[in-house]
């Protein structure tokens, strides 16, 4: 199993090559100045997982140029995609959600699970998960909210025509319990 991993210049990006390590899972680590070019690598991957990253949405000098990086999310031909905090903002913004700036939390912060799904089938109907955002996202109408928190509501959102799973807090830095998580995304779209 090959997973593209697009690095958005988070600090937690060596937690997730770990994981993907782990879990016995080929990585190729992509830049995301350098996604859109290798467009072509990212296609044959058996999935995307596409990291946190220091910018914000909300930054009207960053927008435009953010946006533009990301463009290569709206080819529907790519392999199940796992966007998480910045990454999880870009599937939902090309899809039309709306940005916002919110509270910043940056700490563990108990995730509600509002929607039965087979990605949380490890996990308890309430778990932790580590925060480090102040910006959250509406959900777009091709995805489904499941999961959230008391300070954000799209917490977990899931696009199954696309095969994408959009998560703002970070599983990568959660400990076993996104440990589960990650593992849970490529069991359920069959990477």
């Known amino acids: ?24 899972v080929k990585i190729k680590q992509v830049s995301l100045e350098q996604a859109n070019q290798k467009l072509s690598l990212l296609k044959k991957s058996d999935a995307l997982i596409i990291s946190g990253g220091p910018s914000l949405f909300t930054d009207p000098n960053l927008y ?21 905090c910045l990454g ?19 700490r563990r912060e108990e995730i509600s ?23 959250g996202i509406s959900c777009p109408d091709s995805y489904e909210i499941i999961a959230r928190s008391a300070h954000y ?7 199954h025509d696309k095969k994408r799973l959009g998560l703002q807090f970070h599983p990568e830095a959660s400990g076993p319990d996104g440990k589960i998580l990650i593992k849970r995304f490529l069991r359920f779209f069959r990477v």
Do not use: W, Y
């Not at 953010?66 to 790519?78: C, P, S, Y």
């Open 64 to 84: 435009k140029s953010l946006m533009e990086k990301f463009k290569f999310l709206v080819n529907d031909d790519l392999p199940p995609i796992l966007g998480i």
């Open 1 to 24: 199993m090959t997973v593209s991993l697009i690095d958005c210049g988070s600090s937690k990006v060596p937690d997730l090559i770990k994981i993907l390590k782990e879990l016995d």
């Open 153 to 159: 509501e799209v917490e977990a959102m899931i696009c």
């Open 88 to 106: 999880h903002q870009a599937l939902g913004l090309i899809d039309n959600a709306k940005i916002f700036l919110g509270k910043e939390i940056r």
């Open 113 to 135: 699970i509002i929607k039965k799904h087979e990605i949380f089938a490890d996990l308890p109907e309430k778990f932790f998960m580590m925060e480090d955002h102040c910006e």
